[in-house]
Nanobody, 113 residues
Framework: QVQLVESGGGLVQPGGSLRLSCAAS??????MSWYRQAPAKQRELVAI???????NYADSVKGRFTISRDNAKNTVYLQMNSLKPEDSAVYYC?????????WGQGTQVTVSS
């Protein structure tokens, strides 16, 4: 049974930092990523990392967010620095297996003074 357990969301002031974690189990995942969805907006890809270490980021977060992965623990992290109010959203972990994608339950990130 596949499980994705997210943690690390919360409330932070503009300019602050948060780190999200997602521990995956139950399958082989060739890529793991973070998406986010703000109210009344579509879910969007924030960052993705393949098992081999290739990364890609949304233009809006380049230079501020860093995705990393511990393959031994099947855990992906998202370090978010210089946070802005427009980064506020529910952040979802996504794990890509060969037959389908799996999603975490989501964690709220709110950037506000």
């Amino acid at each position: 049974q596949v499980q994705l357990v997210e943690s690390g969301g919360g409330l932070v002031q503009p300019g602050g930092s948060l780190r999200l974690s997602c521990a995956a189990s139950g399958s082989y995942f060739y890529a793991m990523s973070w998406y986010r969805q703000a109210p009344a907006k579509q879910r969007e890809l924030v960052a993705i990392m393949t098992r081999g270490g290739t990364t890609n980021y949304a233009d809006s977060v380049k230079g501020r967010f860093t995705i990393s992965r511990d393959n031994a623990k099947n855990t992906v992290y998202l370090q978010m620095n210089s946070l802005k109010p427009e980064d506020s959203a529910v952040y979802y972990c996504n794990a890509k297996a060969f037959v389908r994608d799996y999603w975490g339950q989501g964690t709220q990130v709110t950037v506000s003074s």
